[in-house]
Each structure stands twice: as C-alpha cells, then as structure tokens.
C-alpha cells in the first residue's frame, strides 16, 4: 500500500523540504499523511476548479508547485479552496521554493529548455552544503562492482570531472556472531581478509541514492562505511541559473527562443543593447534580482513579473531583461513531476489536472 507519507517522502528526496525559504510554506499542507493514496492530481495552482476534478475523478491527492495555505487563515468559509478540500478528504501537498531552488529543479529545467549548459552556478545563494565524504571498505575483488555502483548513482562528481576517487589497501578483520550470516569467514572465528578503502565525493542531495546503490552492489552483510563533512567544496542551492553561449544572440531572437521554449502566451522584453553571450533565468516572480544579475555580468537575464521600476532600471543598467511570465516559467516543471513519479511509482495514476491553467487571460 502506498500512502500519502511515501509520496511524501519521495518529493523530499527530488526537493528536500528543508530548502523551503522561510517565508514558505511548503510539505503536507491539508491531509492526512497515513492515508492511502488512489490517484494523484498534478497542478501549478489549487484552484476550486482543480479541487472540482479532483473531487469529479476521483483523486485523493494533489501535488501543487504553489501552497494552498501561504498567508495565515483568520477564517475559512465555503469558498475557501481549503474547506473544500478538507470536505471532501482530499490531501494536498506543496512542493515549492525548494523546487525553485535545488539542483535539478526548475531553474534548471528553464535552462535545459532554453539549450543552456554549464549551470553549475547559482544566481541567488541561499544555502551552502559541505560536500559528504563516502569511506567504504571493500574487499579488493569487489571494488569495482562497489565503484560502478557509487559512480551511477552520482559519487565522484567534481565539476568537469565524474568518477573521481581515491582507493588504498589495508588489511580488515571481523568475528561473525551466532547470528551472522557472512560473505566471508565462519561463525565464531576471526577473519582477516585483503580490502580497499574507497572514498569518494557526493552531493548532500545524491548521499542518499550513493549508499543504497553502494549497500546493493556491496557484498557483505554489513560493510563499514562512513560518511564525513567535507567543507574543501560546497554545493550551493539557491534561486536561478548562470551559464554562458557559445554564440551572440540578440535581445529579439532570445526573447523569442523563451516564448517557445516555455509556451508563453506572451514574452515582454527590454533590449540591453549589446550581444549577449551570458545568460541567468530565475522561474517565477524573480525580477528584483536583476540588480544581482548585472553586478554577476549578465547580459540577459530571464524571469517573471517584471515590475516597471525594475524595467526601468534595467535599461539603464544596460541589461536585457525578459518577462515570460510567473505562469509559463514555473508550470514547465509540472510534466517533470509527473515523470519522476510516474517512474518511482508506476502503479499510481498521476495526471496532469486539466484545469492547470493560465487564469489570465491576454489580448496580443
């Protein structure tokens, strides 16, 4: 049986909800997380028109990018979408800044979009994670097996550089106990057996997948291992992307390359008036940040809800500043969650909610 905690915790690992900024609020927002789960409803906002097809098919969860509850509730009345929701039992579960945020999330799906690489660089920094230090200890004819295993699920990546380690050999011993099941030795007896030590790099949000893919590719019962902070390199989450082309573009062509790149309705832009080979995008409303764009050396940036002070501002700086919109820029990463759940949990049926729309309307 799955539950609204497993699906729970499975978002956590995507965007762990530690990463939430603090004016946020994000997770299990209305809900009950031991109840099972029948069908999952995907959408960029919980409207009542959302809560109405959910309610209609059936749906008992539903996974939005912004939070049904983000202000304090003096009352909820009928019309509220959280009475409604809590009315007809359904769960609803929030994934936002830290989706904003992580490494992978939707800042990197802009760039991705856009043909953007090297992202490595994070326009905003909010949090600075050391990197984790993975020890094991190998016997020597396994050490490879364990190396795959640890490389596939993200260890050793060092920025241009993937599958960097160290090993070293030494000697291990171990008495198995009564109750021991082991790989080498026999009960009761001291063993002494050729190992490596094996150590490499991780990401704080891959540590997890990098010692279950190690546990499974280890052949011991209980391998030793241990996992240390590593504070000679940081992984940095925050809000938008850095990268740089290879070829100038125009403030026109990239303008439209976002209106197609995310489905806009519309794409407002200011020209910065010189080519532009560096590029940041920040989903959603991120326009005070272009001040932070230029001191970076940006020549376009890309975001949401420009206000016209910032527009202003813009253009005198000298940037090219491009709006396409809080809606289009953030709801790319609705098909992301469906994929990503639909692989962890096949038996589950996750929808895309056919009233995850656009509620404004424009005249072009």
């Known amino acids: 049986m799955i539950n609204i905690k497993d699906i729970y915790n499975f978002l956590n690992e995507l965007a762990p909800f530690d990463y939430t900024d603090k004016f946020d609020n994000t997770g299990l927002l209305v809900g009950d997380f031991n109840e099972k789960v029948t069908k999952i409803l995907l959408s960029l906002d919980i409207t009542n028109d959302v809560i109405d097809e959910a309610i209609n098919r059936d749906f008992n969860l539903i996974i939005s990018h912004h939070p049904i509850i983000f202000n304090p509730l003096k009352r909820i009345n009928n019309e509220s979408p959280v009475y409604k929701l809590a009315r007809h039992h359904k769960n609803a579960i929030a994934i936002h800044t830290n989706l904003d945020m992580v490494n992978g999330g939707i800042s990197d799906i802009m760039?991705?979009?856009?043909?953007?690489?090297?992202?490595?660089?994070?326009?905003?920094?909010?949090?600075?994670?050391?990197?984790?230090?993975?020890?094991v200890f190998v016997p020597r004819e396994s050490i490879n097996e364990v190396y795959d295993a640890m490389v596939s699920a993200g260890a050793g990546e060092i920025g241009n550089y993937k599958g960097c380690s160290f090993s070293v050999y030494g000697e291990g011993s171990f008495q198995p106990s009564q109750d021991a099941n082991p790989y080498i030795g026999s009960i009761g007896k001291l063993e002494k057996v050729k190992e490596s030590r094996l150590e490499m790099l991780v990401t704080p949000l891959k540590l997890n997948a990098v010692i279950k893919a190690m546990l499974n590719a280890h052949p011991y019962e209980m391998p030793a291992y241990q996992v240390l902070d590593n504070h000679a390199l940081s992984e940095e989450i925050g809000y938008g992307?850095?990268?740089?082309?290879?070829?100038?573009?125009?403030?026109?062509?990239?303008?439209?390359?976002?209106?197609?790149?995310?489905?806009?309705?519309?794409?407002?832009?200011?020209?910065?008036?010189?080519?532009?080979?560096?590029?940041?995008?920040?989903?959603?409303?991120?326009?005070?940040?272009?001040?932070?764009?230029?001191?970076?050396?940006?020549?376009?940036y890309i975001t949401g809800d420009i206000k016209h002070d910032q527009w202003i501002g813009a253009k005198n700086l000298g940037l090219t500043l491009i709006d396409g919109g809080h809606f289009h820029t953030e709801n790319i990463v609705i098909d992301y969650l469906q994929k990503k759940i639909k692989e962890r949990f096949p038996s589950i049926d996750v929808e895309i909610a056919e009233n995850n729309l656009d509620v404004v309307k424009y005249i072009v």
């Open 111 to 135: 760039a991705e979009l856009l043909g953007l690489n090297n992202t490595s660089e994070v326009l905003e920094p909010i949090y600075k994670n050391p990197y984790k230090q993975v020890v």
């Open 241 to 300: 992307r850095v990268c740089e082309i290879e070829d100038e573009i125009d403030a026109k062509s990239l303008a439209e390359k976002v209106k197609d790149a995310y489905n806009c309705s519309i794409v407002r832009y200011v020209d910065g008036g010189k080519p532009i080979k560096r590029i940041a995008v920040s989903s959603g409303s991120g326009g005070g940040n272009y001040e932070l764009a230029y001191r970076k050396g940006i020549d376009a």
